[in-house]
């Protein structure tokens, strides 16, 4: 077992725990009875969902995450520079904090990152990959948050960073609705001081044969990353899911402008949850919806910022202008 790093330079908090939370079981009572059924994608990312998104992350039809990070290793030193002072990078939904390490390096290397603040819902993997990046970089300070959006904008509202960069990345933003993604946005506009700012990664509109192939790869690795979600069910709260009998779907709405993902299962079936005392029917066809990833125009883009009562200081794009990164600051 790796050496846990010295305690001087690592904080962990936050309410998320690696057990079955009230919030999950609730979550699973009411969308699996309502008409239509949905589950939140946010209980995507156990340990197994987290591993199995690293694997989407590799594979050629899901180009979002090399778009992202070609334009951060291209503008990596020039999005630095906008941050000439002592700043906390602070992510959202950090991963595995790969594409997050070019901009920890050059902040580092320019002395003036103050501490990384990494936050995810999944405790364990937070914290693995906390130890990794101290390891790696032996004058890093990490306060790690495990916990939901929310715990962030607690966070922010109590720093008193000379300057912030809060990172969003890999197009998280898109899980959101649009209207949500600008309303949260706003809580994050109040939290912030005069040198801070919004680094988003947002991917863009395009052809929908791209972006349902990027959603539907057919090693069927993003199959199991949704399937997941029924494996957790059983695992966690007594379950009958057959895994076997759902069929992941991806769909492209053109005129919303999201790829919308679904369980579907392939007959007529009853499922017990049994630590839940409930029972799920599901009829020949009937779906779970499990996600939507909402993609964005460069007017929308604008108007996400303005609407978050921000400004689009700039914004970056990979050589295909497949994706978007870009920086939002208080107007």
């Known amino acids: 077992m790796a050496p846990s790093p010295p305690q001087e330079r690592f904080t962990l908090i936050g309410s998320a725990v690696e057990e079955p939370s009230g919030a999950f079981a609730e979550n699973i009572a009411k969308g699996l009875t309502a008409s239509p059924k949905s589950l939140p994608c946010a209980y995507f990312y156990d340990r197994l969902g987290s591993r199995l998104f690293e694997a989407i992350c590799e594979l050629p039809e899901y180009y979002l995450t090399r778009a992202e990070e070609a334009i951060l290793r291209a503008h990596t030193e020039e999005i630095a520079g906008l941050f000439p002072f002592s700043t906390d990078l602070i992510e959202l939904g950090s991963g595995n904090a790969a594409k997050t390490r070019l901009l920890i390096e050059v902040f580092l290397r320019q002395d003036r990152l103050r501490r990384y603040v990494p936050l995810d819902i999944c405790r364990s993997v937070l914290q693995e990959v906390s130890y990794d990046l101290l390891?790696?970089?032996?004058?890093?300070?990490?306060?790690?948050?495990?916990?939901?959006?929310?715990?962030a904008v607690d966070y922010l509202g109590a720093s008193d960073a000379p300057a912030k960069l809060i990172l969003w990345l890999?197009?998280?933003?898109?899980?959101?609705?649009?209207?949500?993604?600008?309303?949260?946005?706003?809580?994050?506009?109040?939290?912030?001081?005069?040198?801070?700012?919004?680094?988003?990664?947002i991917d863009l509109r395009?052809?929908?044969?791209?972006?349902?192939?990027?959603?539907?790869?057919?090693?069927?690795?993003?199959?199991?990353?949704?399937?997941?979600?029924?494996?957790?069910?059983?695992?966690?709260?007594?379950?009958?899911?057959?895994?076997?009998?759902f069929r992941h779907r991806a769909h492209y709405d053109v005129d919303v402008g999201r790829v919308e993902m679904y369980l579907v299962s392939d007959r007529k079936q009853h499922v017990a949850i049994d630590r839940l005392g409930i029972g799920i029917s599901f009829a020949a066809g009937e779906a779970i919806h499990t996600e939507n990833s909402y993609k964005y125009s460069a007017a929308e883009v604008e108007n996400l910022a303005s609407t978050s009562g921000m400004r689009l200081q700039q914004t970056w794009f990979d050589a295909e202008n497949r994706f978007s990164l870009n920086l939002f600051i208080p107007s």
Not at 135 to 147: D, E, Q, W
Not at 175 to 192: G, K, M, P
Not at 216 to 243: I, K, Q, S, W, Y
Request: a negative charge; one cysteine or more.
């Open 170 to 201: 890999g197009s998280n933003i898109g899980n959101l609705e649009r209207q949500d993604a600008a309303n949260f946005l706003v809580r994050i506009r109040a939290a912030l001081g005069p040198r801070d700012g919004v680094l988003v990664g």
């Open 135 to 151: 390891r790696t970089y032996p004058t890093l300070n990490v306060l790690a948050i495990a916990g939901d959006y929310r715990e």
């Open 206 to 245: 395009k052809e929908p044969a791209v972006l349902e192939a990027a959603y539907d790869d057919p090693c069927g690795v993003t199959a199991a990353f949704n399937r997941n979600l029924l494996a957790r069910v059983n695992a966690e709260f007594g379950g009958h899911f057959d895994l076997r009998t």
